[in-house]
C-alpha cells in the first residue's frame, strides 16, 4: 500500500514536468523556425530591397539579369491554391452533407476510411498522378495543353485536400443537435432543406474552419506543383500555362549548388518568410471567423 502511494505521488510529481516538456518543445520548435526565416531574411533584405521584392512583376534570382519580385511565384501559388478550392470545398462539403444527412451508419462506416486514405496518399504519388494522368487526360480535352501546367497540379492538390474538408465538416455537422433537425421535420421541411438552411448554418464556424485549413494545406503544397506545374516563375491568370510556386522555387534551389550565405541562398527564406506570414493570417482570420459564427448548444 505504501508503494502505491509513493509511486502515486512520484507520478503526480514527474508527468507534470513531462507534459511540460512537451507543450514547451512545440513551442521552442515554433520560435526556432520563425527566429530562422526572420533572420535569414533580413540578411537577405540586406542586399536586396523589401520594395523591390514585394512590387516588381519578374522572379529571376539565379541568371542575369537578375531579377527579385515576388509576384509571379506568389500569383502562381494562389492560382494553384484556388483551383484546389474549387475542387475540394463543394467535393468535400458535399461529402460531409452525404455523411452526415443522408448515410445509413453502416455506409458512413465504409464511406469515410476510404474517404480519408486519400490523405495518407504520399505527396509525390499524387505529383506524378497529375503529370502521367490528369495531364494525359486534359490534353485529350484541351488541344494543345503543355506537360506542365498549373491546372493539372491545381486539380490534383484539390483531390488531395477533400478528404480534409469532408472530415472536419462532417464532424462538425455531425455535432449539431438532433433537436434541431426534429423541429424542422416537424415544421415540414425536406432532408435537403435541413441540411442546408439548418444543419449547414449551424455548423458554418466548423466548415469555415476546415476550408481555411484546406486553403492552407494547399498553399504549402510542395511536392505536387514541383512535378506537374513547371519551373516558369510567371505572372499570369491562365492556368494552362507552366507555372511556379513558392514551394517549388524553394525545392529548387535548395536540391542545386547554391552557395551558402550568397543572396540566392537568402531568397529561399525571404520567399519562405511572405509564405510563413500568409499561413498565419489566414489562421487568424479563420479563428475570428470561426469566433464569429461559433454557435454553442
Not at 175 to 202: H, M, N, Q
Not at 229 to 248: C, D, F, R
Not at 251 to 272: L, N
Amino acid at each position: 500500500m505504501q508503494f502505491k502511494n509513493e509511486r502515486s505521488s512520484f507520478m503526480n510529481k514527474v508527468m507534470p514536468v513531462l507534459l511540460f516538456i512537451c507543450a514547451a518543445t512545440s513551442i521552442l520548435t515554433t520560435i526556432g523556425i520563425v527566429f530562422t526565416l526572420f533572420s535569414e531574411s533580413f540578411q537577405f533584405f540586406k542586399h536586396v530591397s523589401i520594395v523591390d521584392f514585394f512590387t516588381q512583376t519578374k522572379w529571376n534570382p539565379l541568371m542575369a539579369p537578375k531579377a527579385y519580385g515576388i509576384w509571379p511565384l506568389l500569383s502562381g501559388t494562389l492560382m494553384i491554391t484556388l483551383i484546389a478550392c474549387l475542387v475540394a470545398i463543394p467535393v468535400g462539403l458535399a461529402a460531409a452533407i452525404y455523411l452526415s444527412e443522408y448515410a445509413p451508419r453502416r455506409v458512413r462506416k465504409l464511406i469515410k476510411p476510404i474517404l480519408e486514405v486519400l490523405a495518407g496518399v504520399p505527396t509525390i504519388v499524387y505529383g506524378y498522378f497529375a503529370l502521367t494522368f490528369m495531364t494525359p487526360l486534359l490534353q485529350n480535352i484541351i488541344p494543345g495543353l503543355p506537360v506542365f501546367n498549373a491546372l493539372s497540379a491545381g486539380i490534383v492538390v484539390g483531390i488531395m485536400i477533400i478528404p480534409m474538408v469532408s472530415s472536419l465538416s462532417e464532424d462538425a455537422m455531425t455535432a449539431v443537435p438532433r433537436s434541431l433537425r426534429d423541429g424542422a421535420y416537424a415544421l415540414g421541411a425536406t432532408k435537403f432543406e435541413v441540411a442546408l438552411k439548418i444543419v449547414l448554418p449551424a455548423s458554418f464556424s466548423g466548415v469555415v474552419s476546415a476550408s481555411v485549413l484546406a486553403f492552407s494545406r494547399a498553399i504549402g503544397e510542395t511536392m505536387i506543383v514541383t512535378v506537374a506545374a513547371g519551373a516558369t516563375p510567371k505572372l499570369t491568370a491562365n492556368p494552362l500555362e507552366s507555372i511556379q510556386t513558392m514551394t517549388a522555387y524553394i525545392v529548387q534551389v535548395s536540391s542545386g549548388d547554391t552557395q551558402h550565405g550568397s543572396i540566392e541562398y537568402g531568397s529561399i527564406f525571404a520567399v519562405g518568410m511572405t509564405l510563413f506570414v500568409i499561413t498565419l493570417l489566414l489562421n487568424i482570420v479563420a479563428q475570428k471567423l470561426a469566433k464569429r459564427f461559433r454557435e454553442e448548444y
